[in-house]
């Protein structure tokens, strides 16, 4: 069986680098992605199961991202990272739609905790 | 007293003025036309003395008695004449005067009854009637001449009278309107001055005595309205001090949670993959911590400088220098960026007192976001000029830029606020206008989106007059 394909979209590049070295070594393949246009681009060209994305980017947000995502492909599962959750008054909005949403700072364990939990499913 | 009252008061006494001088013309017209009545009896009387002393002398020259009885029957209609005078004209001419005349008229009536009795032999009775004559003509003459003169004399006092009172009238009705009206124009220019100086946005009071009308009323009630702006004022600043407060907690909440997340996911990751990091990994992996706690420390550092007022080194500067200097800095982004720089000085300026390096780093944002905003072949100008008046510098850095939509025109300056992204701050444009703030200048910008933008800086030109606040 051919491993999980996850797909990381967060300006701070730092982001997809840590997330890239951790779940690499679960075994998952990571792809990051600074901005969300050429990673809607690149999920036209492959199919992820996993997308990582932050709510709050410059040009196309998470919002986007999630809507495309889930319109071309449903089983797609998507995690939202926001910077405050408490302030973002997006995050009800997000509630029921997002398979799951992390605020910063990121928690990796749940993080990978919630991967496996959405993957096994 | 209300102005309404004033204006009455004035009329009333202006028109009982003009009714008491009516009243004594009036009493002086009555005055003469009496006297003048007595002097037409007085004619009367005269022209009967001397028919009385033509008839005197008929009988003296003839002898003839008859015109004795003449002159008796002459004698009573004077006395009746007399007797029939008002007591107007008696009080006109005096008592005393009257009973005089009949006295005489009286003692000539005796003389010529005694010489009736004895024809024409007494002579010293005979002079003594004619002195007798003599003297009623000379009395009533007198008597009539007088009267003229004191006719004569009312009449050129009543003109003096009349005159006098006429220019009182004027000027009693002149003046008090006068007095009116100024002390209204001088509350009115009061209002004026106060309401205009509101305008302004300096809410003084009407400081001087307010006057007991209805200007008085309208005073209180701009002095009232004036402490309620001055109190509104007060709240909207403190509103609008939270409310950048507000933005800025949730700028700094925001701006911060980006550098702290990374940090700590670094810290998770290197504990995660620990084993399989080679030493360089390792040694990147606090390295990125170190400069994420960089972009931490720039944030607080950036935000300090701009609650903390900055112990200024100000120093006496010519404008087109620090212009020149920061144009330099940038000089190496404009050639990067391929756009068409043009620095336009104005020559002569006077000087300015600023903290250079201040103005430097607002100049370096300004010009650093219009190079941002800017595609290769655009242009950027940079312009110094002074103000009419001397009292300021004006900088504009005008690109044909990007330009800023309208509706984000009214954010720029706010804190954290850019289009950037992550590789923005959105701290520019807060800290340089609180910078040029501080030096008692202004910051201002105007665009059209696509077109381009223009900034414009105001410095107040240094007054070797004015000592600067320690
Ligand atoms: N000359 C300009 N042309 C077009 N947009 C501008 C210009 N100057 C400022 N802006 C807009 O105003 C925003 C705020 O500018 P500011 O300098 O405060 O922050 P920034 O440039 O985004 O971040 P930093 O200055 O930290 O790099 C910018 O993101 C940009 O959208
Ligand atoms: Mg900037």
Redesign the interface.
């Known amino acids: 069986m051919s491993p999980h394909r996850i797909m990381v979209i967060d300006d701070e590049s730092i982001v997809g680098k840590m997330l890239k070295a951790v779940l690499e070594q679960e075994g998952y393949e990571v792809e990051p992605f600074l901005s969300a246009a050429p990673a809607l681009a690149r999920l036209k060209e492959e199919k992820f199961d996993v997308v990582i994305t932050d709510l709050k980017m410059k040009g196309i947000d998470g919002m986007e991202v999630l809507h495309t995502v889930k319109k071309e492909s449903a089983d797609t599962k998507v995690i939202m990272i926001t910077a405050f959750a408490s302030l973002d008054s997006a995050v009800e909005a997000l509630r029921g739609k997002v398979d799951d949403f992390f605020p910063k700072p990121v928690k990796i364990k749940d993080l990978k905790a919630c991967i496996e939990r959405l993957l096994g499913a | 007293m209300k102005i309404v009252h004033k204006i009455n008061l004035a009329n009333i006494s202006v028109i009982i003025l003009i009714a008491l001088t009516g009243f004594f013309a009036f009493q002086n017209i009555n005055l003469v036309l009496t006297k003048l009545r007595f002097t037409e009896i007085a004619d009367d009387l005269n022209t009967s003395f001397l028919e009385m002393r033509l008839s005197e002398k008929n009988f003296f020259l003839y002898g003839d008695t008859s015109a004795l009885s003449e002159i008796g029957s002459k004698i009573d209609e004077s006395m009746t004449t007399l007797e029939s005078v008002g007591p107007d004209i008696i009080k006109a001419i005096g008592r005393e005067n009257l009973g005089e005349l009949k006295a005489c008229l009286g003692r000539y009536r005796i003389e010529v009854e005694t010489l009736k009795g004895k024809g024409a032999q007494g002579v010293e009775m005979q002079a003594g009637l004619r002195e007798t004559g003599q003297q009623l003509r000379e009395f009533s003459d007198r008597i009539s001449r007088l009267e003229r003169i004191k006719v004569n004399s009312i009449i050129s006092r009543s003109k003096r009278q009349l005159f006098s009172s006429l220019c009182f009238i004027l000027i009693t009705a002149i003046g008090l309107r006068y007095m009116t009206f100024f002390n209204i124009l001088r509350s009115l220019k009061q209002i004026k001055n106060v309401v205009a100086s509101i305008s302004q946005g300096d809410f003084r009071a009407i400081e001087t005595e307010i006057p007991r009308d209805e200007l008085g009323t309208v005073m209180t009630a701009i002095n009232a309205m004036s402490m309620e702006l001055e109190n509104r004022e007060e709240q909207i600043i403190q509103s609008k001090k939270l409310a950048s407060l507000g933005i800025l907690t949730?700028g700094v909440?925001?701006e911060l949670?980006?550098p702290?997340?990374?940090?700590?996911?670094?810290a998770?990751?290197y504990m995660?993959?620990y084993e399989?990091l080679s030493k360089e990994d390792r040694i990147d992996f606090m390295v990125?911590i170190e400069e994420?706690t960089q972009r931490i420390k720039h944030i607080v550092d950036n935000l300090l400088d701009f609650s903390r007022p900055k112990k200024s080194r100000n120093t006496v500067a010519d404008l087109n220098g620090v212009v020149l200097r920061s144009f330099k800095l940038v000089q190496n982004m404009i050639h990067v960026c391929n756009v068409e720089a043009r620095l336009d000085l104005a020559e002569d300026l006077p000087a300015v007192l600023i903290d250079e390096g201040q103005i430097v780093e607002v100049l370096i944002n300004l010009m650093t976001n219009s190079l941002q905003a800017s595609s290769p072949g655009a242009r950027l100008t940079v312009t110094t000029s002074c103000l009419p008046e001397n009292e300021f510098l004006r900088i504009t850095l005008e690109d044909t830029g990007k330009g800023i939509p309208q509706e984000l025109l009214d954010h720029v300056f706010d804190p954290f606020f850019t289009?950037?992204?992550?590789s923005g701050t959105g701290l520019g444009l807060f800290v340089s206008y609180g910078i040029v703030k501080n030096h008692q200048g202004t910051l201002k910008v105007s665009s059209k989106e696509g077109v381009g933008t223009c900034f414009t800086i105001e410095l107040p030109v240094y007054n070797p007059n004015i000592k600067e606040e320690a």
Request: hydrophobic residues 30%; aromatic residues 0%.
């Open positions: 949730a909440a925001h949670g980006n702290l997340n990374n940090i700590s996911m670094i998770q990751t995660e993959v399989n990125k994420e289009t950037k992204g992550n």
